[in-house]
T-cell receptor
Framework: DAGITQSPRHKVTETGTPVTLRCHQT?????MYWYRQDPGHGLRLIHY???????DKGEVSDGYSVSRSKTEDFLLTLESATSSQTSVYFC??????????FGPGTRLTVT | EDQVTQSPEALRLQEGESSSLNCSYT??????LFWYRQDPGKGPEFLFT???AGEEKEKERLKATLTKKESFLHITAPKPEDSATYLC????????????FGKGTLLTVNP
């Protein structure tokens, strides 16, 4: 358990509205990641961070942005939510040994 | 491009019936092979890291092994509480700490 919390845990929003998901960690891990998990696709990396203000894209980054102003917080923003972004979102953290530890997830529904 | 393939997609066992899950990987310069357990509605829970061919790790009824092309998760005398989805992931030397996940094996153990 890497002391990872995600908020909100559940959210329903309408198409076209902005949404921000928050990941908070208490382990002082350098790396933080955002994934989405969908049936038939497994876990797919959206964006990741390798330090404060250092971020990079994953394999499914279109329509998403991230920010990391503090070691402990990593925000994922959907600028204008679409129905295809309905998913379960997981945050993960890690250090230099490549292991990643996951949060409890946020279930997002875009109507 | 790194690839991880898990088989079977689903496995149903009777309590006490031992079996193995397979994870085949194509990764340049393997840095680590990871196994996770995921229960419904929860985030993946870290189980094992394997770093080199021939390595083995054990935890209760689970044993993970690694060859140059695949990893196995052996489940000995499973119990109903072992029912979960088991995920495999790998990271290569050129991946910049990004894991590639397989789609998982859904294990059901009947009493």
């Amino acid at each position: 358990d890497a002391g990872i919390t995600q908020s909100p845990r559940h959210k329903v929003t309408e198409t076209g509205t902005p949404v921000t998901l928050r990941c908070h960690q208490t382990e002082n891990h350098r790396y933080m990641y955002w994934y989405r998990q969908d049936p038939g696709h497994g876990l797919r990396l959206i964006h990741y961070s390798y330090g404060v203000k250092d971020t990079d894209k994953g394999e499914v980054s279109d329509g998403y942005s991230v920010s990391r102003s503090k070691t402990e917080d990593f925000l994922l923003t959907l600028e204008s939510a679409t129905s295809s972004q309905t998913s379960v979102y997981f945050c993960a953290t890690g250090q230099g040994n490549y292991e990643q530890y996951f949060g409890p997830g946020t279930r997002l529904t875009v109507t | 491009e790194d690839q991880v393939t898990q088989s079977p997609e689903a496995l149903r066992l009777q309590e006490g019936e031992s079996s193995s899950l397979n994870c085949s990987y194509t990764v340049s310069g393997l840095r680590g092979l990871f196994w996770y357990r995921q229960d419904p509605g929860k985030g993946p829970e870290f189980l094992f890291t394997l770093y080199s061919a021939g390595e083995e790790k054990e935890k209760e009824r689970l044993k993970a092994t690694l060859t140059k092309k695949e990893s196995f998760l052996h489940i000995t005398a499973p119990k109903p509480e072992d029912s979960a989805t088991y995920l495999c992931a790998a990271v290569g030397g050129g991946s910049n700490y990004k894991l590639t996940f397989g789609k998982g094996t859904l294990l059901t153990v009947n009493p």
